[in-house]
């Protein structure tokens, strides 16, 4: 079958003939209809994260946003059989430690990534495994759209469990969103959608033009102003009640903490590069006096997916809207080099493969 293989972080993704997997006994094998471009693939293409021990090998078959449909099961698969359509949270949860059995599979204990281990090959493939199949194999509802779930199962869903759970949004709250990537205009739609006021900041017009379209009642182009924190406080009279940095490097972690009122909350969505290997300096003291919160988020708990998919049954929530461009396996290398440079808008997807 035909993958997108890693031969050198940095240079371009090799698309290249692997051998089909075969499912171990825990494990169904699933053929891809969908895998969303997302920019933790990017990260771990350069080869980032080796300072919390969680970098790819060459050799890698990455992509982490799947949907598709059951094509192998696994001896000891019990609830799952060939030709059921499937999401695949990129957690892959050992179901049976305490945090997956407290419904928190995003916390696992053992957790394994799709696509971003190398016990675990990921979707931008043909065909990908999946451990665990019973406990991390999601249903796909027909009302719901391969591409469209290919969004869902990272950026869509993160974002959704960021402003519901992490940050406690509430409607009427002003949530500032730092970067409008992927996940960045997934927030946009979402804070929206839940009734709260989000603001869109960005240096790139394409994106907040699309944040714009997507509810951001405010835009703010970083490259126009002295300081995007402070205009968030002037355009909230004191302050954002919700910040999100959906990027991950110093300068949009401070802005976003800087964005807040008092008591607000800070939630950190995306991961650090090499320039800052984890580490933000940020205003404690602020902090402190403020009552401000920071929260981390990573993915969603699946016990969740069921209240995603009742909102875009009910067309409250429609991540379509945050799909860009759709495209084969062989424009993935080209489209993963160009976020180097911050070029794609909405969330790419890989349909034909």
């Known amino acids: 079958m035909r993958a ?23 494990q169904v094998v699933v053929e891809t209809e969908a895998c969303g471009v997302c920019r933790s693939d990017w990260h771990a293409w350069q080869g980032d994260w080796s300072w919390i021990g969680a970098g790819v090998p060459e050799g890698q078959i990455l992509g982490h946003e799947p949907a598709g449909v059951v094509s192998e099961v696994g001896s000891d698969v019990e609830t799952l059989e060939v030709g059921d359509r499937v999401a695949v949270p990129f957690h892959l949860g050992d ?8 419904g928190r599979a995003n916390n696992c204990e053992t957790v394994i990534p799709l696509g971003l281990s190398e016990y675990s090959q990921g979707a931008f493939a043909e065909a990908f495994p999946v451990r665990e199949a019973d406990f991390n194999c999601v249903e796909l509802p027909e009302t719901v759209a391969y591409d469209e779930m ?20 509430r409607p009427g709250d002003w949530v500032a969103v730092h970067g409008c990537g992927g996940v960045g205009l997934s927030a946009i739609h979402i804070a929206n959608a839940l009734g709260a006021h989000p603001i869109a900041i960005d240096l790139v017009d394409d994106k907040l033009e699309r944040a714009a379209e997507l509810g951001a009642r405010e835009t703010i182009d970083v490259t126009e102003v002295d300081s995007a924190a402070r205009e968030v406080q002037a355009i909230t009279d004191g302050g954002a009640d919700v910040s999100i940095d959906a990027l991950g490097v110093a300068e949009t972690c401070t802005n976003s ?5 008092t008591r607000g909350s800070h939630v950190q969505v995306g991961l650090t590069t090499g320039e ?3 580490q933000i300096e940020l205003p404690v ?18 016990v969740r997916y069921e209240e995603l998919f009742k909102l875009i049954a009910q067309g409250t929530l429609e991540p379509s809207k945050i799909i ?19 070029e794609t808008v909405g969330i790419p997807v890989v349909t034909e493969f």
Not at 9 to 25: K, M
Not at 324 to 342: N, V
Request: net charge negative; charged share 25%.
């Open 285 to 302: 003291d602020v902090m402190t006096m403020q009552e401000i919160d920071f929260h981390g988020s990573f993915g969603m708990p699946l």
């Open 276 to 278: 800052e290997e984890g």
């Open 4 to 26: 997108a293989v890693i031969e050198e972080h940095g240079e371009p993704l090799a698309i290249e003939d692997v051998s089909y997997p075969e499912p171990q006994p825990d």
């Open 95 to 102: 179901g049976s430690c305490p945090h997956c059995r407290e």
């Open 150 to 169: 290919a969004g869902l199962g990272c950026r869509f869903m993160t974002a959704y469990h960021a402003l519901a759970d992490r940050a406690d949004l």
């Open 324 to 342: 860009g461009e759709r495209l084969s396996l062989d424009d993935l290398p080209e489209t993963l080099a160009s976020m180097d440079d911050y």
């Open 257 to 261: 903490v800087n964005s807040l009122g």
